[in-house]
Structures are given as C-alpha cells and as structure tokens.
Nanobody
Framework: QVQLVESGGGLVQAGGSLRLSCAASGRTFSSYAMGWFRQAPGKEREFVAFIRWSDGGTYYLDSVKGRFTISRDNAKNTVYLQMNSLKPEDTAVYYC???????????????????WGQGTQVTVSS
C-alpha cells in the first residue's frame, strides 16, 4: 500500500515562492501518475497538476500554468510542486495523491486517485 507525506507548506507573501514535496513509500510505481490537489476554506477539492511516472508528462490547472511546475525524482520516490508568483487565491491545503493501479483514464479528477497524503497548508498573504 502506498503512503504519501507532504511537506514544504507555510506562510508566504504574494509574489513569493514555495516548493512542496511528497515523499512516497510502498508500491509507488503501481500508480500511473501522481497528482496535486488543493482545498481552500469553504470550497471543494480542486485539481492542480499531475505527472506521469513513465514519461514525465504533465498537465495543469489553467490558473497555475506558468507559475507552478510539477516534477518527480523516480530514484527518491518523490514528487514536487514548485510554486512561484503565489497569489492569495492559491491559499489552500495542498494534497499529494497517487492514481489507482493501472489507471489510464482522466487524471484531472480526484476519482482517479486511490492514495492520499495528509495535506500541507499553504497561506499566501496580500
């Protein structure tokens, strides 16, 4: 069973940067992709980005394109989310997730993911 632990969240001023890390243990590569989601107070959980383990292919929420970069280090079983030019609307709890075993469908929805981390808080002040 895959276990995921996020870290790197914190408080930052608008325009600043943070890098989130997701350390994975267990059968990491049984997941087709790793994703980042976020949930702001009073809002539904929202897809942010995913990366495929096999070829490194990525996809992003439109509002974070050009500002966020998802990457992975296969040797370390770790996925990252580099967040630049942060805005107050980026404030949320950020969750790392691993897709269901052998999943090959849509990866921009929480339904595709079976493994979830505990979340890390990102707060962006204006």
């Amino acid at each position: 069973q895959v276990q995921l632990v996020e870290s790197g969240g914190g408080l930052v001023q608008a325009g600043g940067s943070l890098r989130l890390s997701c350390a994975a243990s267990g059968r990491t590569f049984s997941s087709y992709a790793m994703g980042w989601f976020r949930q702001a107070p009073g809002k539904e959980r929202e897809f942010v980005a995913f990366i495929r383990w096999s070829d490194g292919g990525t996809y992003y929420l439109d509002s974070v394109k050009g500002r966020f970069t998802i990457s992975r280090d296969n040797a370390k079983n770790t996925v990252y989310l580099q967040m630049n030019s942060l805005k107050p609307e980026d404030t949320a709890v950020y969750y790392c997730a691993g897709s269901r075993n052998a999943w090959r469908g849509v990866l921009s929805t929480a339904t595709a993911y079976a493994y979830w981390g505990q979340g890390t808080q990102v707060t962006v002040s204006s």
